[in-house]
């Protein structure tokens, strides 16, 4: 965003002003992504923008007029296949399992934000940094998917460490496991825990501890159960 903010007037671009509405949502600032869309409207031609009306109509708690803007959209696809049309129905339908776009973006993510939809499981598979942060950040959603997400994107640099951090601590541990974590790895409850949970474990019991060989322990423990790509993200925790 910052650096759209710089590029001079004369050479602001239909594709820039759709960069910035999308960065907007992926910031999770509907308010200011939608006034965004509603300055586009009269200014571009584009199906983006009537896709981003719908959302936005959603948003502002306005879901005949989003009707009305998919009904359009749906007279303009012609019966061609639109990823964006089949989330719709399936979100407005209250569908038990959602479509899943072959790699979301931000208006998928936002379409999810505005009808308080949880974002699947499967969505995290395909899913870019931006976006991967982004579902860090999504209130609806599960913590346990919410910080797998957060590992990826910290991953890959779109989500500071710190940030993880705070989401790890989220998880709710029984206080004696806590004390004792760096020595129940080959507990049945520890190791029935997903890769993610037991780091978030770990990271709870290091933050508390004072004796460097425990903290040690703990640090090998974490990195057992990482790959090598969120690594860095983890000494910066630990």
């Known amino acids: 965003l910052r650096l759209l903010s710089v590029v001079p007037r004369e050479h602001q671009t239909a594709e820039l002003a759709r960069l910035r509405v999308k960065a907007l949502f992926l910031q999770r600032d509907g308010e200011r992504a939608c006034q965004r869309v509603r300055d586009g409207l009269g200014e571009h031609d584009h199906g983006f923008w009537q896709r981003a009306l719908a959302v ?33 129905d ?61 590992e990826r994107a910290a991953a890959m640099g779109s989500l500071p460490a710190e940030r993880l951090g705070e989401l ?7 206080s004696a496991r806590l004390k004792n974590a760096a020595s129940l790895t080959e507990e049945d409850a520890v190791q029935a825990m997903t890769p993610t949970r037991r780091r978030a474990l770990y990271h709870q019991a290091a933050r508390d501890e004072s004796e460097d060989a425990v903290k040690a322990e703990l640090i090998r423990q974490v990195t057992q159960t990482a790959e090598p790509s969120l690594y860095p993200a983890l000494a910066r925790l630990f």
Do not use: N
């Open 56 to 88: 936005c109509q959603h948003r502002t708690g306005k879901p005949q007029q989003a009707a009305l803007t998919v009904r359009l959209l749906r007279e303009q696809a012609g019966g061609q296949p639109s990823p964006f049309l089949a989330l719709y």
């Open 90 to 150: 399936a979100v407005d339908g209250g569908a038990d399992s959602l479509p899943l776009p072959e790699r979301p973006g931000a208006l998928t993510l936002a379409l999810l934000a505005a009808t308080e939809t949880p974002v699947p499981e499967g969505m995290l598979a395909s899913a870019g940094p931006g976006v991967l942060a982004a579902i860090a950040e999504s209130p609806k959603t599960p913590l346990s998917r919410r910080a797998r997400a957060a």
């Open 168 to 174: 790890y601590a989220r998880f709710s541990f029984e």
